[in-house]
């Protein structure tokens, strides 16, 4: 006799290609740097052109560009060590899963922004605060022990990260936190699904 379905993805905490998620990450990483650099040498003209401006439709494209660019050094190093982290974490279940679940928070984020932020925005807080969401809530969602622990110890180091989705200071876009929190959300339980249905089911 065969053992039960259990409907559950294989743990993995990791991604299945540490070097090659860990080399990703840098690069990415080192763009965000070099956009900063060109944008410090232009005199902000990076930033003036990358942001989202509310409710304006020529401010649209800000949703995709505005995770790439920042206020300054101090603002991109501030994001700097979690958006290593959190996006290197979030390739455990592969390139392309990180690919679609990245996507669904860089648009949500991006939307929510656009749609009710009081000033135009820039900075990848949205894309981390995504990422961090979707690693705490995925092995709720999947019922999986080990992402239960690694999401326990990240809430233990980061979560007073979560403070940020609430309106505190007022130069911080809590808009892009909260709706980049509830893009990770959406993308864990996708995730989730999508591990479920992939999962085989065996006979007695």
Do not use: C
Request: aromatic share 12%.
């Amino acid at each position: 006799m065969t053992a039960p379905p259990s409907g559950r993805a294989p743990a993995r905490v990791l991604p299945p290609a540490p070097k090659r998620a860990a080399a990703i990450m840098i690069v990415f990483t080192a763009a965000l740097y070099l956009f900063e650099a060109i944008d410090h040498a232009s005199g902000s003209l990076v930033e003036g052109a990358g942001a989202i401006y509310p409710r304006d439709t020529s401010g649209l494209t800000g949703i995709l560009t505005a995770p790439l660019v920042h206020g300054d050094w101090a603002h991109l190093v501030a994001n700097t060590v979690p958006f290593l982290l959190f996006g290197f974490l979030a390739m455990s279940g592969g390139l392309g899963q990180w690919f679609a679940a990245t996507a669904t928070i860089w648009v949500i984020s991006g939307i929510g922004v656009w749609l009710i932020s009081p000033a135009p925005v820039i900075g990848a807080s949205g894309i981390v605060f995504g990422w961090f969401l979707f690693l705490l809530a995925r092995g709720f969602y999947a019922r999986n022990g080990r992402q239960i622990v690694l999401a326990l110890v990240l809430f233990l180091f980061y979560g007073s990260l979560l403070w940020g989705v609430l309106p505190s200071d007022p130069r911080v876009s809590w808009q892009a936190h909260l709706f980049g929190a509830i893009g990770g959300l959406v993308a864990a339980s996708w995730v989730a699904k999508a591990d479920r249905r992939a999962t085989p089911t065996l006979r007695a």
